[in-house]
């Protein structure tokens, strides 16, 4: 059978991790043609956490990104869809515009700290919510979020967001 070099290929399927079943992000690395665990817990939240961080450093390199995603079911190892933490590539927002240096420079710094604050705040509650690759009107909605809401207000959504993403009991 004879492959078209045009045509990408994906990798075989990631090998079943060894141990007791528990949660596993499976990276391909290309370079070896070979998997390796990249992030695992008894908790499938940080996992994905973990596969949405990593995918935008491996896309930020310029990479493709190839993850196999196990967990445990009914004692046994099985394969799960990463997604959504493994969502298609998003062109990273432009950041907040320069400040026109008209304000005192020690405020300025402040003002800053907290809006990147209220911005890990939400982007905290998103992640539990299982949204970690954001398009990029969810950054400019993000931003909006962060420049015209007080904190408490962006702690309340986020709580909202990281309960939607709670397993239901």
Same mark, same amino acid.
């Given at each position: 059978?004879?492959?078209?070099?045009?045509? !990408?290929?994906?990798?075989?399927?990631?090998?079943?991790? !060894?141990?007791?079943?528990?949660?596993?992000?499976?990276? =391909?690395?290309? &370079?070896?043609?070979?998997?390796?665990?990249?992030?695992?817990?008894?908790?499938?939240?940080?996992?994905?956490? /973990?596969? $949405?961080?990593?995918?935008?450093?491996?896309?930020?390199?310029?990479?493709?990104?190839?993850?196999?995603?196990?967990?445990?079911?009914?004692? &046994?190892?099985?394969?799960?869809?990463?997604?959504?933490?493994? /969502?298609?590539?998003?062109?990273?927002?432009? $950041?907040?515009?320069?400040?026109? $240096?008209?304000?005192?420079? $020690? =405020?300025?710094? =402040?003002?800053?700290?907290?809006?990147?604050?209220? =911005?890990?705040?939400?982007?905290?509650?998103?992640?539990?919510?299982?949204?970690?690759?954001?398009?990029?009107?969810?950054? /400019?909605?993000?931003?909006?979020?962060?420049?015209?809401?007080?904190? &408490?207000?962006?702690?309340?959504?986020?709580?909202?967001? &990281?309960?939607?993403?709670?397993?239901?009991?």
């Amino acid at each position: 059978m004879q492959t078209d070099p045009d045509r !990408p290929t994906r990798p075989s399927r990631s090998p079943r991790p !060894p141990g007791e079943p528990r949660w596993v992000a499976m990276f =391909h690395d290309p &370079a070896s043609d070979s998997w390796r665990p990249a992030a695992q817990s008894p908790d499938r939240t940080p996992v994905l956490y /973990a596969i $949405g961080e990593m995918t935008q450093v491996v896309r930020a390199r310029g990479d493709e990104v190839t993850v196999d995603l196990w967990g445990p079911r009914d004692g &046994a190892w099985e394969r799960f869809d990463p997604s959504p933490a493994v /969502a298609p590539a998003a062109p990273q927002a432009a $950041g907040p515009p320069p400040a026109d $240096g008209t304000a005192r420079p $020690g =405020h300025a710094r =402040h003002t800053e700290r907290m809006e990147d604050r209220r =911005h890990q705040v939400l982007m905290a509650g998103l992640g539990k919510a299982g949204l970690f690759d954001l398009a990029p009107d969810d950054e /400019a909605a993000v931003r909006t979020l962060v420049d015209r809401v007080d904190e &408490a207000t962006l702690r309340r959504v986020a709580h909202w967001l &990281a309960r939607s993403g709670a397993p239901v009991e």
